[in-house]
């Protein structure tokens, strides 16, 4: 892939980048390469055209193409889904959550979403975000074993009586029971939110249960295991639809962008694919290999492995580490190594989010890249290696040249 810009200062950077993601090993799970046809329609024409409203209902002229690209996004996404109403107009997934937030509920509402720090995300009620800001979140998480406790999540429902219930996960490994979710969410008289931001293409696969039909609300961004555009939509049930509506547009955002909402389009289409399901199984099956090879390593993982594409490592309870607030500077030395990665809170973790105890990473990218159990292995001993050996500039070098070899032989650009 060729860039061709005349401003050859923003030229060599994206040049630059295209070298990164091509020789090294990307496995932060929330990141994924798109394919060309979603990155032609990021860079289309449709970019010039403002279209504030929703098709048939906009306050400019010249609507024509733009209003059947994301009708087209729509159609694609309720069939991929099995969704009701979708707006495909978010710009990413916090706002997507706050339209949510704001369609159904007031200011000061109580909400019951998952911990930060147990693997939730900041939209699910961080004291530092808008979600903790504006409303009264309690919160769930895991318990030692690592496993969301659903007769917990019941108990702390029943005794708060929240307005909504929140589900899904940015560091959790497993297996979301979303039926057990939204039986507690009828029990307690309360709207029920699964955000799927990270799980999305393994659900619109068949791969991981899903939400569908029961939940009211159902946010995804468009751009990890989706394989789309960095971009978001909301499905939820018609009976809701005009109500998230009106909060996207005119309640939080102005002009859609309709160049990204036609790679949205094209990642759906994509994703409606035969191919995508066995992708999406592949991931999964990486995912479980690499965490076998680190655990024979030693490494120790949340939970004790992965149901899903992310596996998130334990560095206290890793005997060559041993101590907290250690995942940044392993974060590094991986990254000094050709393995990019992002050190993450783990549940219960003594340090803190600068400085936290424990590693996330996933095999999204490498499962795109063509690469399958095989591989996870060699992987999977490289991190170990590395870990085992932070200190050792030698070992970094030797894993950043095999690294290397091995993105020659893989590749999506």
Known sequence: MTFWISDKEVNDIVVGELGRQKTTLNMIPSENFCSKDVLAACGSVLNNKYAEGYPGKRYYQGNEFVDKIENLAIERAKKLFGAGHVNVQPNSGSPANMAVYAAVLEKGDKILGMDLSHGGHLTHGSPV???????????YGVGENGFIDMARVREIALAERPKMIVCGATAYPREIDFRGFVSIAREVGAYCLADISH???????GIHCSPFPDFDFVTTTTHKTLRGPRGAIIMCKDEFGKAVDKAVFPGLQGGPHEHTIAAKAVCFWEALKPSFVEYSRQIVKNCKVLAETLKKRGINLVSGGSDNHLILIDLIKTVVVGEAGKGKEVAVALEDAGIVVNANTI?????????PSGIRLGTPILTTMGMKEDEMVVVGNWIADV?????DEAVRVRVKGEVRDICGKFGVY
């Open 387 to 391: 870990i085992e050996n932070i200190f």
């Open 129 to 139: 975000n808008f979600s903790g800001k504006d409303y009264e979140f309690v919160s």
């Open 347 to 355: 549940p219960f973790d003594p340090s803190t989010p600068f400085n």
């Open 199 to 205: 799980i999305a293409g393994m659900v619109a696969s």
